[in-house]
């Protein structure tokens, strides 16, 4: 009998050891949703404390309604999305950074990490300005997926090397991370990277411009944004989610090479092209607006241009602007105008019209027919211009600190306009 009992008393045993691992490969698993003291000290931050939604909300919005909730220590999207809504944001903005993630999907399941997002009403959605880590169950998704639709991939700009690949099965947990360093990008699948490139380059910038992008001339292009996660239609399950943010490396560009139009993208049917070493903006026989835009976004920074007014001169330098449907670009304008019309001031270009004019007795800064120099200085909320070496306008403003977009040179329609560019030097802040 006591043979039997130390037998039965095993059995238990046993069976209570393998109650426990179940319990240990759940999703409370080894307290996840924390940092070890070393993470900390390293500038690990985390995104999800395992109990709420706290720091996420709905994209374009000011609280989550979106049908996300927390399960067991996991956010989870319940799998109602669409392509047009179902998308959460985080309440911060990131740049450079590490990010880490676990995920699991169910059968056939689709998903994606999100970066860099733009937040404003003429983006429907969250992919159209921010790049995309997929997330996809491969052997069981009902369709044919094309190779830049596949798990890991930049979506539809970047592969991965799927020899390096080793993928969970969906129900069981998987990790990635995404490396931004200063336009070096990394992705990471169950600590092993797959995928690494150069954002911005010559190469990039092909991709951007042909096939899913072509018609989204803000893909890619913002330097900081939210985070986003997406409901694509079927549950998908989060945890760890944690982000180490990196430094900025300061820049100084020289804008215009004196050679060509390569960094910039032309708007409209305006004139825009470069003579004995000059950049020309010069009306089309349509006498419509024109926009000479930079491929780049840039944010804080401290710019430099000299101009020359012939005929007409109204025109005007934009600051974290973006291009709409058609020639329109949407933002905050530095007039360059004939004298007696404001150069140096500040002009909305929707809503609210002119945010700051330049006093009256400035205007004789400008030196008409001759060469002038306008510096521009962005920082956060402020904007500060000098004409010719002397301060024009300043001014603190909180829509254009939660602006990020280009820079764009400008053609004021009504026809008879040239003005002559050079020496348009950048440095980042």
Same mark, same amino acid.
């Given at each position: 009998?006591?043979?039997?009992?130390?037998?039965?008393?095993?059995?238990?045993?046993?069976?209570?050891?393998?109650?426990?691992?179940?319990?240990?490969?759940?999703?409370?698993?080894?307290?996840?949703?924390?940092?070890?003291?070393?993470?900390?000290?390293?500038?690990?931050?985390?995104?999800?404390?395992?109990?709420?939604?706290?720091?996420?909300?709905?994209?374009?919005?000011?609280?989550?309604?979106?049908?996300?909730?927390?399960?067991?220590?996991?956010?989870?999207?319940?799998?109602?999305?669409?392509?047009?809504?179902?998308?959460?944001?985080?309440?911060?903005?990131?740049?450079?950074?590490?990010?880490?993630?676990?995920?699991?999907?169910?059968?056939?399941?689709?998903?994606?990490?999100?970066?860099?997002?733009?937040?404003?009403?003429?983006?429907?959605?969250?992919?159209?300005?921010?790049?995309?880590?997929?997330?996809?169950?491969?052997?069981?998704?009902?369709?044919?997926?094309?190779?830049?639709?596949?798990?890991?991939?930049?979506?539809?700009?970047?592969?991965?090397?799927?020899?390096?690949?080793?993928?969970?099965?969906?129900?069981?947990?998987?990790?990635?991370?995404?490396?931004?360093?200063?336009?070096?990008?990394?992705?990471?699948?169950?600590?092993?990277?797959?995928?690494?490139?150069?954002?911005?380059?010559?190469?990039?910038?092909?991709?951007?411009?042909? +096939?899913?992008?072509? *018609?989204?001339?803000?893909?890619?292009? !913002?330097? %900081? #944004?939210?985070?986003?996660?997406?409901?694509?239609? &079927?549950?998908?399950?989060?945890?760890?989610?944690?982000?180490?943010?990196?430094?900025?490396?300061?820049?100084?560009?020289?804008?215009?090479?004196?050679?060509?139009?390569?960094?910039?993208?032309?708007?409209?049917?305006?004139?825009?092209?470069?003579?004995?070493?000059?950049?020309?903006?010069?009306?089309?026989?349509?006498?419509?607006?024109?926009?000479?835009?930079?491929?780049?976004?840039?944010?804080?920074?401290?710019?430099?241009?000299?101009?020359?007014?012939?005929?007409?001169?109204?025109?005007?330098?934009?600051?974290?602007?973006?291009?709409?449907? +058609?020639?329109?670009? *949407?933002?905050?304008?530095?007039?360059? !105008?004939? %004298? #007696?019309?404001?150069?140096?001031?500040?002009?909305? &270009?929707?809503?609210?019209?002119?945010?700051?004019?330049?006093?009256?007795?400035?205007?004789?800064?400008?030196?008409?027919?001759?060469?002038?120099?306008?510096?521009?200085?962005?920082?956060?909320?402020?904007?500060?211009?000098?004409?010719?070496?002397?301060?024009?306008?300043?001014?603190?403003?909180?829509?254009?600190?939660?602006?990020?977009?280009?820079?764009?040179?400008?053609?004021?329609?009504?026809?008879?306009?040239?003005?002559?560019?050079?020496?348009?030097?950048?440095?980042?802040?």
């Amino acid at each position: 009998m006591k043979s039997t009992k130390r037998m039965i008393s095993f059995k238990g045993l046993l069976a209570s050891c393998a109650i426990a691992a179940i319990l240990f490969t759940s999703c409370t698993e080894s307290k996840p949703n924390t940092l070890t003291e070393q993470e900390k000290a390293d500038g690990w931050q985390l995104l999800f404390d395992g109990e709420t939604m706290n720091g996420w909300r709905d994209y374009n919005g000011t609280s989550l309604t979106q049908p996300w909730h927390v399960v067991d220590g996991c956010i989870q999207a319940k799998g109602d999305g669409s392509d047009s809504d179902g998308y959460i944001v985080s309440d911060k903005e990131y740049e450079n950074f590490e990010l880490y993630w676990e995920w699991k999907l169910t059968k056939g399941g689709n998903s994606g990490m999100i970066y860099h997002v733009v937040e404003r009403p003429q983006f429907k959605v969250p992919y159209v300005t921010g790049p995309e880590y997929q997330l996809i169950d491969e052997p069981n998704f009902d369709g044919v997926l094309e190779p830049w639709q596949r798990l890991g991939v930049d979506y539809a700009m970047y592969l991965p090397d799927t020899t390096k690949m080793k993928v969970n099965p969906y129900g069981e947990w998987n990790n990635s991370k995404i490396v931004f360093d200063n336009g070096h990008v990394e992705h990471w699948l169950n600590g092993v990277k797959i995928l690494e490139f150069e954002a911005w380059t010559d190469d990039w910038y092909a991709r951007k411009n042909s +096939g899913k992008w072509e *018609n989204a001339p803000e893909y890619g292009l !913002a330097k %900081k #944004g939210v985070l986003c996660l997406q409901d694509h239609g &079927s549950p998908a399950s989060f945890r760890n989610v944690k982000i180490k943010e990196l430094p900025r490396k300061t820049q100084e560009v020289d804008l215009f090479n004196g050679k060509d139009l390569n960094g910039w993208e032309a708007y409209g049917t305006e004139k825009w092209y470069v003579q004995d070493g000059l950049l020309v903006c010069e009306s089309g026989p349509e006498k419509q607006y024109g926009y000479l835009a930079t491929r780049e976004y840039y944010d804080d920074f401290d710019l430099t241009v000299e101009f020359k007014q012939e005929a007409d001169g109204n025109s005007g330098v934009f600051i974290r602007s973006f291009v709409e449907e +058609g020639a329109k670009v *949407n933002g905050w304008q530095v007039e360059v !105008a004939p %004298k #007696g019309n404001g150069t140096g001031g500040i002009y909305e &270009s929707y809503g609210r019209g002119w945010l700051i004019q330049v006093p009256k007795e400035k205007e004789e800064f400008l030196k008409v027919g001759d060469w002038n120099t306008m510096r521009i200085l962005v920082q956060g909320n402020k904007v500060t211009t000098w004409l010719n070496g002397e301060q024009m306008i300043e001014l603190d403003d909180e829509q254009i600190g939660k602006g990020k977009g280009r820079i764009a040179l400008q053609i004021h329609d009504g026809g008879g306009i040239k003005v002559l560019w050079r020496n348009l030097k950048l440095k980042t802040l």
